[in-house]
């Protein structure tokens, strides 16, 4: 992935005064994000609409026991174990969380959670422990797309069906895992695109906030951005593309590098809500006014939601964290031996200024 290289930095006013702002910016934002985990806690996942599938192409690949290799079990009588990646202070992970807890209750069904704190050797571990501790089956959000091997070998030689959601791991479906669930991150790409051409009227310098290296997710949703943008608008030019790890700290950090760097910035392409809210830190502490920036986003979260109201984010992908439902549909029609495809993908909405007052109720 090609990235532009950046000026280095001037620093406009005394160090000193600088420092100060930072830091008073930087406490600002982490009491911030406590504030905003603490209200998604409050709220239960299923609050808002569950996931609904896109029909599947004819012909797509499907799974069944038979050809996995495993054996029918009544889903009642099995424990599941889920294996969280990231820390859960991001509304996306509390949301996609509580939704697996309260589907395996609802359900009557003994679930084993762990936790990997963002750290993907620790999710390796994570959930090998949950194999030693008995779990039939497996439904992993994965940190990282590469690197499983230890975890496929192991889940394989238990005959341990395994289901990803929200990323994909590099390995053969219906070999080392069953179905993979998710949105379609390229599209989700494309409709950021349409936004951001509709907010800025498709001309100008625009910059990207790259999630995490290293996962599917990132780089697709570059991707889609990246080709709508060349197809529809080649007169908006993309002049800067830095990570901000998904996370709100590291989107401001990131942002406030941006509008030295970079001060006739017109737009922001946040490859999710918590680095684009970090973005909004960023302007709100540099002086600038909402508008002055466009900013779109990936997620859904209520704050992002709240701020297209507010006018500082432009437009709001969705990215349906709601997986519990149907990954436990996946595993129960799977364990009794019925087809399910390889590649479950989900419908996703978006906000905009015309629906996000009265849609905020549907965000997480």
């Not at 930087?26 to 009491?31: G, V």
């Not at 590098?257 to 490859?271: M, T, V």
């Amino acid at each position: 992935m090609q990235r532009t290289t950046h000026r280095p930095l001037l620093l406009a006013r005394p160090v000193v005064v600088a420092l100060a702002a930072a830091v008073a910016l930087t406490a600002t934002s982490c009491a911030k994000s406590e504030d905003d985990a603490a209200d998604s806690k409050k709220s239960p996942a299923a609050a808002g609409a569950e996931q609904q599938v896109v029909t599947p192409k004819p012909g797509s690949e499907t799974c069944t026991v038979d050809t996995y290799g495993g054996k029918k079990i009544d889903l009642k009588d099995a424990t599941v174990g889920f294996s969280q990646s990231e820390k859960e202070a991001n509304p996306f992970r509390i949301a996609e969380t509580q939704s697996i807890k309260d589907e395996a209750e609802k359900r009557g069904v003994k679930l084993l959670t762990a936790n990997a704190q963002s750290q993907f050797s620790k999710q390796i571990s994570d959930v090998q422990d949950l194999l030693a501790k008995g779990a039939d089956l497996l439904v992993i959000a994965p940190l990282n797309s590469d690197g499983w091997d230890p975890v496929l070998q192991a889940a394989a030689a238990k005959k341990v069906p395994i289901v990803t959601i929200d990323r994909k791991i590099n390995a053969t479906p219906c070999k080392d895992y069953v179905s993979f669930i998710a949105s379609d991150f390229v599209e989700q790409g494309r409709r950021a695109a349409d936004q951001m051409i509709e907010a800025t009227g498709g001309k100008g310098e625009v910059a990207i906030l790259l999630g995490s290296a290293g996962n599917n997710v990132t780089t697709e949703r570059t991707k889609g951005f990246k080709e709508r943008v060349a197809e529809k608008a080649p007169d908006l030019k993309v002049v800067f593309e830095q990570t901000g790890d998904f996370t709100r700290e590291k989107g401001q950090q990131v942002t406030e590098q941006l509008i030295q760097s970079n001060p006739g910035i017109k737009g922001i392409y946040a490859e999710n809500d918590e680095m684009g809210l970090g973005a909004v830190a960023a302007l709100k502490g540099a002086g600038k006014k909402a508008g002055d920036v466009e900013i779109v986003t990936v997620d859904g979260t209520r704050n992002a939601v709240q701020g297209v109201v507010d006018g500082w984010i432009s437009g709001v992908i969705e990215s349906n964290p709601r997986f519990g439902p149907l990954a436990f549909q996946t595993l129960d029609e799977f364990t009794q031996g019925k087809e399910v495809h390889q590649d479950i993908i989900i419908q996703d909405s978006a906000y905009d200024a015309d629906n996000a007052e009265q849609d905020l109720g549907k965000a997480y």
